[in-house]
């Protein structure tokens, strides 16, 4: 169980109580293991889901399909939309997303990765964080969990955030 996992916890469990989903891409259900792997997690955590391709991306999160086709889907934009589509379909509070290549590719040179955090509220959700991670020279399963452990580490600095609860 790690320490950032414990501190989400208690973070979410408040007070005030909030909830959390996950949309995730190239972490492959990574994140939600680190979020689902402290007890009590089913007090706060919502549900997650891997949408792997734009298509998926689209129909289950609202990503802009003409956009995310520009960017194969790897953009500050299309994580931020992921993390707003997650708030919309489990009625969360918060969400985490992730999207990027973890592993070299055509035009590619190094794995790297978008995450962000959005907040839900009666106005509909809204992006709070977005921020590109990069790790050259890392293998695709290592990446994997770097950017879970970075999207983890991006909530909790969102939800330290003395400003960040979401609007009633």
Not at 37 to 62: C, D, E, H, M, N
Not at 134 to 157: C, S
Request: charge should be positive; charged fraction near 15%.
């Amino acid at each position: 169980m790690s320490a950032a996992a414990l501190e989400l916890r208690s973070r979410l469990l408040g007070p005030p109580r909030r909830t959390l989903a996950v949309a995730e891409s190239l972490t492959g259900g990574r994140l939600q293991a680190l979020v689902t792997g402290v007890s009590g997690a089913s007090a706060y955590f919502l549900g997650g889901v891997t949408a792997y391709t734009i298509p998926q991306k689209t129909r289950l999160l609202g990503v802009d399909a003409t956009h995310a086709a520009e960017v194969d889907a790897v953009s500050g934009r299309v994580a931020a939309e992921m993390a707003c589509g997650a708030c919309r379909l489990f009625g969360a509070d918060f969400a985490v997303a992730t999207t990027g290549y973890a592993e070299p590719a055509p035009g590619v040179a190094h794995p790297r990765a978008w995450i962000a955090v959005a907040a839900g509220g009666a106005a509909g959700p809204r992006a709070l964080a977005q921020r590109l991670v990069e790790f050259p020279g890392r293998g695709r399963q290592e990446v994997q969990q770097a950017v879970a452990e970075a999207a983890l580490d991006l909530l909790l600095e969102c939800l330290r955030a003395p400003a960040t609860a979401p609007a009633p």
